[in-house]
């Protein structure tokens, strides 16, 4: 239900994450929503607390403490006797409490097919588009034995299990095989133990009774419709409803405090906001964008646990969603150092460091994830780190969306499987308009220069892209508030929650160390004007202001392309921003590191210099 502004004027809305919650508070003022005050408090979800309400209560109270101090007003009070002031009275209380969540590791889901490579990968996208974790695909063809699918069930406890397999009408040997291993494995859910674990059953319509008698009494059965009722249909919508409803009824009510907060988020009308999963709430802001700007975006999620990507790609705005579960920085961190190596991650670094030291770094962030860098030092590699799992995730990310055409309710799999055989991706670089990050490491940099030369970096952006940053991470309070609000929304993500930091401009293709790569003349909004031809292997940042515009001439060397006409030659407007524009001649396809280390070093710092990443000292 969507209200407007008269019903609206006062919001707040949390974001419960792994590590942090995050409240924020929207009001109207001057005829326009503006998110105005922010608090934040270490989630409480885990020992010794064990109630998620106590970080909301805590960031809730830092919100109160401000706007009284803002607005010269003792009387105002978010929350009463442990529950939001609902509805208004006078300066008192709020008229909406929104939440999202990924708190004790969100979502987390093992999904089962006949084909790993057909049904089971379209449960997989079923089960990402509800904002879930995927855990492990078992499928009766994925070559391991069924002591092991039973073992490996077992092992993982997850939060639900999403069953698909068969289309209607076809046989149902291989689908009730399915059923066998998940009875047999007898699985216990990870939160709570006086409940059976919910089972969605969504296969071959004429194996449902065979189903119901083998796993009926072991597990809580829901059934729904078929996600490929046919070989050449998708349909997802009913199973990604069915996710919602179940991780709200059954999953967050287990999890220590949530059945309290699901009573407190509440809307004008004093009717229940359903928490949403943190991830569910970035997709619906990111498709938003895309749409409401006829462009094509990328957006990352760095957390503590996970890093999620995000991209919506085509003139029909194929959306597609990833989850790198084991790759975050705090709780995950040293999966990243085992998925990278030691190697990929000192390629970013422009100092030496003992490697015990570096692993000590990683541990001690993992067992205190709260904690943030107090070293110069620390901050450059907990950035490099940054880079790596962000490049991994991103990875992952166009190899999933290769053969994928996006969440609609029906899809023609006969365009899927044309992009399968020829293997590309539909994540398109060059085409790419728009490179969003958000989490802590991206949002919270203590300099915007850092937070784009890790964007690069990790990204490796092509031709002619525009780079922001959600400014305090308020993408999930967002999209959750586009529940009630789609106004409220889209308002305060223009005004407050995106930053752009500047536009990037990178040539593809080969060249050689100091040969001429790019001929650049920019003609400034205050009558300046920067002009270079810049050799292969540099970077330049050039300053323009948010707002401002630089009319460009841009023309390559050595068979250098801009962009996905394979243009030599540009004349174009480049957006600034916080940090400016930043023409990069390092290379693409293939983007090549110094293998020498000291020549590695000289370039990460000259590149670093370029940008004003970093103070003067630690790159003399």
């Known amino acids: 239900m969507q209200y407007d502004e008269k019903r609206l004027t006062r919001i707040v809305a949390t974001d419960c994450g792994s590590t942090t919650t995050k409240a ?3 009001e109207w003022i001057d005829g326009e929503f503006r998110q105005t005050i922010r608090g934040e408090a270490p989630t409480t979800v885990e020992a010794p607390l064990n109630d998620v309400t106590k ?40 008229d909406a409490y929104v939440s999202t969540s990924s708190a004790g590791g969100g979502l987390q889901m093992m999904v089962t097919g006949v084909v790993a490579s057909m049904t089971g990968e379209s449960a997989e996208r079923a089960a990402l588009g509800a904002g879930a974790i995927v855990m492990d695909l078992i499928a009766s063809n994925d070559k391991r034995m069924n002591h092991e699918k039973i073992e490996r069930i077992r092992e993982l406890r997850p939060d639900m299990i999403l069953m698909a397999g068969g289309e209607d009408g076809g046989t149902v040997k291989h689908v009730v095989e399915m059923a066998e291993l998940v009875a047999s494995a007898d699985p216990k859910p990870r939160l709570g133990s006086g409940y059976k674990l919910p089972v969605i059953y969504a296969g071959n319509k004429d194996a449902r009774e065979e189903i119901v008698k083998t796993l009926g009494e072991k597990v809580d059965l829901i059934i729904t419709d078929n996600i490929r009722p046919k070989l050449e249909i998708e349909n997802l919508l009913p199973a990604r409803e069915k996710i919602h409803n179940l991780f709200m009824e059954h999953v967050m009510k287990q999890a220590p405090g949530y059945n309290k907060l699901m009573e407190w988020t509440v809307g004008p009308e004093h009717e229940q906001v359903p928490i949403m999963p943190t991830p569910a709430a970035v997709g619906n802001i990111m498709q938003a964008i895309a749409k409401e700007e006829n462009i094509e ?7 503590g ?19 790198s579960a084991n790759l975050g920085l705090s709780y995950s961190i040293s999966n990243v150092l085992a998925s990278a190596g030691l190697e990929n991650i000192m390629r970013w670094v422009p100092f030496d460091i003992d490697e015990s030291e570096l692993r000590n770094m990683i541990k001690n962030k993992m067992i205190r994830p709260t904690t943030i860098p107090s070293l110069l030092e620390e901050l450059v590699l907990e950035q490099a780190i940054a880079k790596e799992a962000l490049r991994l995730a991103f990875e992952q990310h166009k190899s999933f969306a290769s053969s994928l055409k996006g969440m609609q309710k029906q899809r023609d799999i006969s365009e899927a499987f044309s992009q399968s055989v020829s293997g ?17 490491v991206l949002s919270h940099a203590p300099r915007r220069n850092q937070t784009v030369m890790m964007l690069i970096d990790a990204f490796l952006p092509e031709g002619i892209t525009r780079l922001s940053v959600d400014s305090i991470f308020m993408m999930p309070h967002l999209g959750v508030l586009s529940e009630i609000s789609t106004k409220a929304a889209t308002e305060v993500f223009r005004k407050d929650c995106m930053i752009y930091l500047g536009t990037c401009v990178a040539p593809v293709g080969k060249g050689k160390i100091g040969k001429p790569a790019l001929y650049a003349k920019l003609e400034l909004p205050d009558g300046s004007v920067f002009e270079e031809d810049i050799p292969f292997g540099e970077m330049r940042l050039i ?14 060397h050595s068979g250098l392309i801009l962009d996905a006409d394979r243009k030599k030659e540009l004349t174009v407007d480049l957006h600034g921003g916080k940090v400016g524009i930043v023409l990069d001649t390092r290379g693409r396809k293939p983007f090549v590191l110094p293998a020498d280390k000291n ?13 004003n990443a970093y103070p003067e000292h630690i790159l003399s």
């Open 305 to 323: 646990a996970t890093t999620d990507i995000f991209s919506v790609f085509t003139k029909d705005f194929i959306f597609n969603r990833t989850v």
């Open 55 to 94: 970080g909301v209560i805590n960031a809730t109270q830092e919100l109160e403490e401000l706007a009284r101090l803002k607005y010269h007003n003792p009387n105002i009070k978010f929350m009463e006797n442990g529950e939001f002031v609902i509805p208004r009275k006078g300066d008192v209380g709020v």
């Open 297 to 303: 975006v990328v957006g990352v999620d760095i957390g």
């Open 24 to 26: 924020i508070l929207i």
């Open 543 to 556: 300053p323009c202001e948010i707002g401002q515009v630089a009319k460009a001439t841009l023309k390559t």
């Open 599 to 611: 020549e590695r070093i000289s370039a990460l710092k000259k590149w670093m210099k370029a940008l």
């Open 424 to 440: 590309e991706t539909i994540v398109n670089m060059m085409t790419l308009d728009l490179l969003v990050g958000s989490g802590g």
